[in-house]
């Protein structure tokens, strides 16, 4: 399999990774009447679908014991089920998201969730594997929730109309709790004599998500968590094929992201709580699109707007401490 050595490629795979999660959710605003629901079966096929072939490609190269498939043959069970628990818990923390913005907005699930998510990640991924410079590590981790912060501001201040409720609170909580949880899954089932690689361990992370989606989407479907009509497996049907197209892609980014995510982590030097902080700095690449492709602020309040700009100076600053904490 293909494993970066110098740390410049390592940094290099972790921001592809951050861009990749930060870019993904686009796809779902090219896809406006489609339920987020529907849309979700598309993006668990993607992300099977790149999973397999990045496994079958760059985690099949130059053979060995570490190849994809040699790699799924010879690993224990033990770390096979670790990787199935990160899908099934990063599945629920995914979809517990998705409904928290839609019951609560942005301004509330982004920092409650992704904040919460961000740090308690990063805090067990440094208890399982110390790697880097802890005062620079966790000194950029407080950036960038400041940046995430101010983001949920510039949300809230632009839509000053719009109030949190408490079961949007509760979802983003669980949401934040369950999505830090995810990755030391993943940490875990990297390590040992026979761990898993990180294109075997994306691709049993798959298998994961889609055992989980298919009662829980399912049971969504029926019971939108955002008091939305429920829907049935005969719009996806009739969905139109451009629909589906854009939701196997979304996945396969995201995916992408995931894998190189991984491969980063699995880094001698960098480890999986820098891995896991770069790419959670993926809100910001989201905001980015939200700025300055979607044009989501362009009307609004200037005490909104101003929020901008400081944003993307913390995102920066916190960024940029993490990149350099493996190296002092």
């Known amino acids: 399999m293909y494993q970066p050595e110098a740390y410049a490629v390592a940094l290099i795979f972790m921001f592809t990774s951050m861009l990749c999660w930060g870019s993904w959710a686009n796809t779902q605003k090219l896809t406006s009447g489609y339920s987020f629901q529907l849309f979700y079966w598309d993006y668990v096929i993607g992300v099977i679908l790149a999973s397999f072939l990045w496994g079958i490609t ?6 060995g014991d570490t190849a994809f498939f040699a790699n799924l043959h010879q690993t224990h069970m033990s770390n096979i089920g670790l990787a ?5 818990v990063f599945n629920v923390a995914n ?16 920092p409650v969730g992704i904040g919460l998510a961000l740090i308690v990640g990063v805090l067990l991924n440094y208890i399982i594997d110390p790697r880097g ?10 950036f960038v929730l400041v940046a995430i912060i101010l983001d949920a501001l510039a949300y809230k201040r ?3 109309s719009k109030q949190a409720s408490a079961r949007g609170v509760r979802l983003s ?4 709790i369950l999505m830090g949880l995810f990755y030391p899954f993943v940490a875990k089932s990297l390590i040992g004599e026979h761990a898993l690689g990180p294109y075997a361990v994306a691709f049993v992370f798959a298998i994961g998500v889609a055992i989980c989606a298919l009662p829980l989407n399912a049971w969504l479907m029926r019971h939108p968590l955002n008091g939305a009509a429920p829907v049935s497996m005969s719009s996806y049907r009739a969905a139109r094929p451009a629909w589906h197209w ?3 892609f979304g996945g396969m980014v995201w995916c992408t992201g995931a894998v190189t995510n991984f491969v980063a982590s699995h880094a001698h030097i960098v480890g999986p709580a820098i891995s896991y902080a770069v790419g959670q700095g993926a809100t910001m690449i989201s905001a980015a699109w939200g ?6 602020f362009a009307s609004a309040p200037v005490a909104s707007r101003r929020l901008i700009l400081p944003m993307f100076i913390c995102f920066l600053i916190g960024l940029g401490a993490i990149a350099v904490a493996p190296l002092l």
Do not use: Q, T, Y
């Open 246 to 248: 854009w939701g196997v």
């Open 84 to 88: 199935l628990a990160g899908g099934v």
């Open 173 to 176: 909580i669980a949401s934040g």
């Open 95 to 110: 979809l517990l998201l998705v409904a928290a913005i839609d019951v609560a907005g942005m301004a509330v699930a982004f």
């Open 291 to 296: 700025v300055f492709v979607w044009r989501e």
């Open 158 to 160: 632009r839509e000053a």
């Open 58 to 63: 760059a985690g099949s190269l130059n053979g």
């Open 133 to 142: 410079n802890p005062l620079l590590l966790f000194g950029g981790v407080a």
